[in-house]
């Protein structure tokens, strides 16, 4: 029995010096973790400038060079006049020939132009306006016709088919015109078929009774001036 003890307590002996190392062991590499913490944290405190917070790194700005000093010029001294600088004299008046050769040339007159300028129409006492002037003395609006419309030439128009008179009526138109030294306007206008059968429907009844109306109609003119 005594040796079993012996064992027994020997056993017992060799585990509590495994459990005192293994203490020591744990208790030596906590030592070792905190060194190294307490070594981080001021390293930390020295890197940051002795704060415990952290942010971002402040830097200056750049510092910018200053522009070069610009020297003014001198302004340029003033130019005194010269003779070439003097009011110029005003450019001389051209003669009557030169402005007589820059006039633009005239139109000069035709004696067709002439002729025209020189044509005064012939009206002639009878007409359907003149006849209603004599007819209203009393009538507001007689001053305006009579100025505007009966006072001034007008055709005179042959629109019925009369191959018997047509000759002698032209006649009195022309000669009435030729006596004042002015030119009648006639118009011929017995056309057959006239106007379609409209409001002016009249005329020569066919084309040989309206050539041989015309053939009267011209000798009526005779060789004065008419249109």
């Known amino acids: ?14 585990e509590r010096r495994r459990a005192a190392r293994r203490g020591a062991m744990a208790a030596a590499a906590s030592v070792v973790v905190a060194a190294g913490t307490v070594a981080g944290m001021l390293s930390a405190l020295r890197d940051d400038g002795g704060t415990d917070r952290a942010g971002p790194e402040l830097t200056r700005p750049p510092r910018l060079a200053s ?13 005194s006049p010269t003779a070439s600088s003097a009011t110029p004299s005003p450019p ?27 044509t005064r129409l012939y009206r002639h006492p009878e007409s359907q306006v003149l006849d209603w002037v004599r007819s209203h003395p009393d009538d507001p609006l007689r001053p305006v016709i ?4 009966a006072a ?4 005179v128009w042959f629109a019925d088919f009369t191959p018997g008179t047509i000759t002698a009526r032209v006649r009195e138109v022309t000669s009435g015109g030729a006596a004042e030294g002015r030119v009648p306007v006639v118009v011929p206008y017995a056309i057959p078929g006239r106007d379609c059968g409209g409001h002016s429907q009249g ?13 009267r109609f011209a000798a009526g003119l005779g060789s004065g001036r008419s249109s």
């Open 1 to 14: 029995m005594s040796g079993l003890r012996a064992r027994r307590l020997a056993a017992r002996r060799a």
């Open 152 to 155: 001034h030439p007008a055709a």
């Open 92 to 118: 001389a008046s051209p003669s009557p020939a030169e402005r007589e050769a820059s006039r633009p040339p005239q139109p000069k007159a035709t004696p067709r132009t002439e002729r025209a300028a020189a």
């Open 67 to 79: 522009p070069p000093e610009v020297v003014p010029s001198p302004p340029p001294a003033p130019v």
């Open 203 to 215: 005329g020569a009844p066919g084309l040989d009774a309206y050539d041989d109306w015309i053939d």
């Open 146 to 149: 009579e100025s505007r419309i």
